[in-house]
């Protein structure tokens, strides 16, 4: 991992580490639950399970037993299922 140290105490001897990620704001927007994403995909919490469990669904990713998805991931594979109907027309 790349820290920063702060060159302006360092010339004294103390060096501050600072974490980059300190300054890394989440917006809790940014992700979607399981629930969400049914909603927007206007069908079931159930189903929305069974496309992660065969790898059909958005990507996801786990915080604890909680499944999330970033809304970009949602936007991008309803564009990509939208490209695909297109295509097969």
Do not use: C, N
């Amino acid at each position: 991992m790349d820290y920063i140290a702060d060159q302006g105490v360092a010339d004294q001897g103390v060096v501050t580490v600072v974490d980059p990620m300190a300054f890394m704001t989440i917006d809790p927007m940014a992700f979607m639950t399981t629930q969400e994403v049914a909603v927007t995909m206007r069908t079931s919490p159930e189903t929305v399970r069974y496309w992660r469990h065969v790898g059909r669904g958005p990507a996801s990713f786990k915080v604890g037993r909680r499944v999330l998805y970033a809304r970009t991931d949602v936007q991008a594979w309803i564009a990509k299922a939208r490209g695909d109907a297109l295509t097969k027309s």
